[in-house]
């Protein structure tokens, strides 16, 4: 990397560092999660007290120090300052920026992931579709982004699709139904479901919804609503799939379940 560099990102988390620094953990389109120093970031008449805090969105000018990365200039595009007036709003977009924390490493490619966690909290931002709806496209996107896909497409046992139906055989086991089991790792159809004592019915919007929020661009997501029901059966399966393939705590969470 060049001396001095300019690369566009989110702030995902800030630590206080000596009397006066911070610690900023940046998403970035160019080069993936970084770490950077601000330093004065919170001195009273600093130029970087508001956009060195979490979920501000800009560009962000670098030189690469002998350990680390300082920040020189900023230039900030959307502080989501909606959220930080709803407590509740605040959390979720807290959680979303943990989240993606933890999952994204230095120098990796997370293009996409920035930008899921942009749409995700602009759409909380905008209070459109609820809040709940919300963290279940953010969960379900993010984890298939990650390679931990839930197969929602077909049986993980046979192979029978749900709009598939070509014969009679099929048609007779698609009438059974389908189920989820995150120990399985997505859907059973009625007559393979035996196979796994932990899977459950699922209502076909609940599945429809799954594969519309894994199969579609990151732009058009957050373009939909579910009923109390749906939301259920997509919250405990979400939930599940993530306990099983990501299995992390997440102190954010624990927070906006409190609330």
């Known amino acids: 990397m060049p001396a001095s560099t300019t690369v566009t990102g989110m702030v995902l988390s800030a630590m206080p560092v000596g009397d006066f620094d911070k610690r900023l953990v940046i998403l970035t389109k160019e080069i993936g999660k970084i770490s950077a120093f601000?330093?004065?970031a919170r001195r009273p008449n600093s130029?970087?007290?508001a956009c060195s805090q979490p979920f501000s969105f800009g560009e962000f000018t670098l030189y690469a120090g002998r350990s680390a990365y300082n920040i020189q200039a900023v230039e900030i595009t959307n502080y989501f300052a909606e959220l930080r007036d709803d407590f509740e709003s605040l959390f979720y977009g807290m959680y979303f920026c943990e989240f993606a924390d933890y999952l994204t490493k230095e120098n990796n490619d997370d293009k996409e992931i920035l930008k899921l966690l942009y749409q995700s909290l602009k759409s909380l931002a905008k209070k459109v579709i609820p809040?709940?709806?919300i963290k279940s496209i953010f969960e379900l996107k993010i984890i298939s982004l990650n390679g931990e896909?839930?197969?929602?497409f077909e049986c993980v046992k046979c192979g029978l699709q749900p709009e598939?139906?070509?014969s009679n055989e099929t048609i007779s086991r698609s009438y059974l139904g389908y189920y989820f089991s995150a120990q399985s790792g997505g859907i059973l159809?009625?007559?393979c479901k035996g196979q796994?004592?932990?899977a459950f019915m699922v209502n076909t919007s609940t599945l429809y919804a799954m594969q519309y929020i894994i199969s579609k661009e990151i732009e058009k997501l957050f373009t939909f609503k579910v009923t109390d029901e749906i939301q259920k059966e997509l919250n405990r399966c979400i939930k599940l799939h993530i306990d099983r393939y990501i299995d992390h705590e997440f102190k954010s969470l624990e927070m906006?379940?409190?609330?």
């Open 131 to 133: 809040n709940q709806l």
């Open 164 to 166: 598939g139906l070509h």
């Open 47 to 49: 130029a970087f007290l």
């Open 189 to 191: 159809c009625g007559a």
């Open 149 to 152: 896909t839930p197969q929602v």
């Open 196 to 198: 796994d004592k932990t």
């Open 256 to 259: 906006l379940k409190s609330l």
């Open 38 to 40: 601000v330093k004065g």
